[in-house]
């Protein structure tokens, strides 16, 4: 999928993360795009393995992510988020959504990375490739190619999750 990126006005967004302990569902969402006329609802990235996660948009602006069906996790003790940041916003396509249509669906691959303490998830679209990482909020990055298509997203300041516990 398409996406530019436009420099930030005012302040960086935030954004917290949360779990759904039933459902083991990673989910977070910020306020406050101004306009850019584009899509409104969702963009839900699926792979042949079954694993979905679905961004939110907000007049074409990515504003949040939920990690709905988790891919294989491996875990890298040196995880970090890369330190060639850019803030600013991810815009997906500037067409305004067709009536009626508030969700898109793409096929991809997705593979996830978290560091020892699951407190930082890499989020990665497609095979390995060079990226630009823009800090879209204070523990949200989305991660655009040089082909301008979304590549990825990293999730930082994770809570621990824990899962719900019958008694």
Not at 69 to 95: C, K, N, S, Y
Request: charged residues 20%.
């Amino acid at each position: 999928m398409v996406a530019r990126v436009e420099p930030l006005t005012g302040p960086l967004p935030a954004i917290n993360w949360r779990w759904d302990p039933e459902t083991d569902i990673l989910s977070g969402a910020f306020k406050g795009n101004r306009k850019s006329g584009g899509l409104t609802g969702t963009v839900e990235l699926t792979d042949a393995e079954g694993s979905v996660a679905v961004l939110d948009v907000h007049n074409g602006v990515v504003c949040g992510l939920d990690v709905v069906v988790w891919p294989e996790v491996t875990t890298t003790a040196d995880l970090t988020v890369p330190a060639q940041l850019t803030e600013g916003r991810v815009v997906l396509p500037a067409r305004p959504s067709r009536p009626g249509v508030a969700s898109v669906e793409i096929d991809t691959t997705l593979s996830v990375r978290t560091n020892g303490s699951e407190s930082v998830f890499h989020l990665r679209i497609g095979p390995r490739r060079a990226v630009e990482a823009v800090r879209v909020a204070d523990n949200f990055y989305v991660e655009v190619d040089q082909q301008s298509g979304l590549a990825g997203f990293w999730m930082t300041s994770v809570p621990p999750f824990s899962a719900f516990e019958e008694g």
